[in-house]
């Protein structure tokens, strides 16, 4: 079995809404990957990180900001792009570079979306180009979907705010040019007390701990960050001051369908690698595929595939027709990434190969299970979404 997926052939539940001009950038985004990213992703896994240059390339072919406007220097595209590349890191199994998408629809759209014209026009275009690379530090050790109990601090000062406080599990966090740091500006009035700030991470008193040791997602760098009386200007606010938390819950709600846009991918191409494997793999003189315990249980899992694709399909749609609000974003996110709970059997049906990483689903089962955690729990899902009852 080859120890990359494959980019073609019919998969067991494909979406239908792609148009041909969606699907020319498809193969754009495929020969990327296959051609800049696949060759070398094993030595970039050992080193924690994808090298520097390798953004610009991505920004050169037109990777990244696919949907930010023109005028921004972005792709001009829909969300149907972005889609594509979330899509294709999936299926390649290229988790190293899933950096670009947080950079590109997670992080630019702040930018888009809140900050000023100035702002959008100074930066944005270097974004899409790769020449800026941007993360979002909203994490803390004591705080992760509790973002109200974030403990760092940007006090207003003569010149600025002086931000101190620590962020880890920061995607982007090692190359990053720029960070939007979540920060209180207001601690005792909870989350009507929190601002965004958009930092040069040349600035003093900007740190950056190690890069973390991950059980998957080896090669893309995620880091630790540090503030210590770190003076940031007025303009470095991004918004308005102690509205931070409502820019994040409205931000969110794209994240958390690109989170269940990932696992139906990563489902779909974990299913089809299965398949494949279990009509080659003999066992006791037949094809594992003709034991009826495995036969039977991979189609319960293409039934659960297709019906997460169709699921995740109508999201995409809601959301492009403006419709999909924090409860449906947080269902879509729910279902998905509980679905993924699946490629654990797809990796038993591998026998020991299926632990080792040169074959696809061992690095699916290691790379998809953080969908879990990423962009909210599913126990914090579950809470939204039974607010609404």
Known sequence: MS?????????????????????????????????????????????????????????????????????????????????????????????????????????????????????????????????????????????????????????????????????????????ADYVLIVAKTDPAAGSRGISLFWVDATTPGFSRGRVLDKVGLKAQDTAELFFENLLVPEEALLGEVNLGFSYLMRELVRERLMIAVRCAMALESALDGTIAYTKDRQAFGKALIDNQHIRFKLADIKTLACVTRTFVDSCVTRYMRGELDTDGAAMAKLWASEATRAIDDLMQFHGGYGYMREYPIARAWTDVRPNRIYGGTSEIMRELIARTL
Do not use: C
């Open 3 to 175: 120890s990359t997926p494959t980019s073609t052939g019919a998969s067991t539940s494909a979406s239908s809404l792609y148009s041909p001009e969606h699907e020319l950038f498809r193969r754009t985004v495929v020969r990327f990957l296959e051609s800049e990213v696949l060759p070398q992703l094993p030595e970039w896994e050992k080193q924690g990180f994808v090298p520097r240059d390798l953004w610009r390339k991505a920004g050169a072919t037109g990777l990244l900001l696919p949907s930010a406007p023109e005028q921004y220097g972005g792709g001009g595209g829909d969300f149907l792009h972005t889609a594509i590349v979330v899509e294709e890191i999936a299926r390649h199994l290229a988790t190293g570079v899933a950096g670009f998408t947080t950079h590109s629809d997670i992080v630019a759209p702040y930018l888009l979306n809140i900050g000023t014209e100035e702002q959008k026009l100074r930066f944005v275009p270097k974004m899409a180009s790769g020449d800026i690379v941007g993360s979002l530090a909203i994490t803390e050790p004591g705080a992760g979907s509790d973002v109200k109990a974030i403990r760092t601090t940007a006090q207003r000062v003569d010149g600025g705010f002086l931000i101190n406080g620590q962020k880890t599990f920061i995607t982007n966090g090692y190359h």
